[in-house]
């Protein structure tokens, strides 16, 4: 079993988060960003960040997430690219991932 534990902090547009074990086992990552939203009764949010990656993995990682809300309903999902700092995960087929990660009733 594999946690992964992640920590987030919102106020206002700005956007704080920590992970454990999401961009890589046995790797720590930071983020900073920032919150955008459009809409009243169906609304949208991107929150912008960027990411620093340590421990087994080094490197940086953009990364956007996207969340549709529609009352009760939440729709969400994440594009990032991670660019590690060791040469040997460098390859453009290891450091891309894109997810759509959840659909839940809130």
């Known amino acids: 079993m ?5 920590l987030t902090f919102d106020r206002g547009p700005l956007h704080l988060e920590s992970r454990y074990n999401s961009e890589d086992r046995d790797t720590f990552s930071l983020f900073l960003g920032w919150n955008l939203g459009w809409g009243q009764d169906l609304k949208l949010q991107l929150t912008t960040m960027l990411g620093a990656l340590a421990d087994r993995t080094k490197g940086i990682a953009p990364e956007f997430d996207l969340t549709l809300i529609w009352g009760q309903f939440k729709l969400s999902g994440e594009l990032d690219q991670e660019r590690p700092g060791q040469p040997e995960r460098a390859e453009p ?3 891309f991932s894109s997810t759509c990660d959840f659909f839940r009733n809130s």
């Not at 594999?2 to 992640?6: D, E, N, S, V």
Request: cysteine-free; aromatic content about 0%; glycine content about 0%.
């Open 93 to 95: 087929s290891e450091n």
């Open 2 to 6: 594999l946690l992964q534990p992640a």
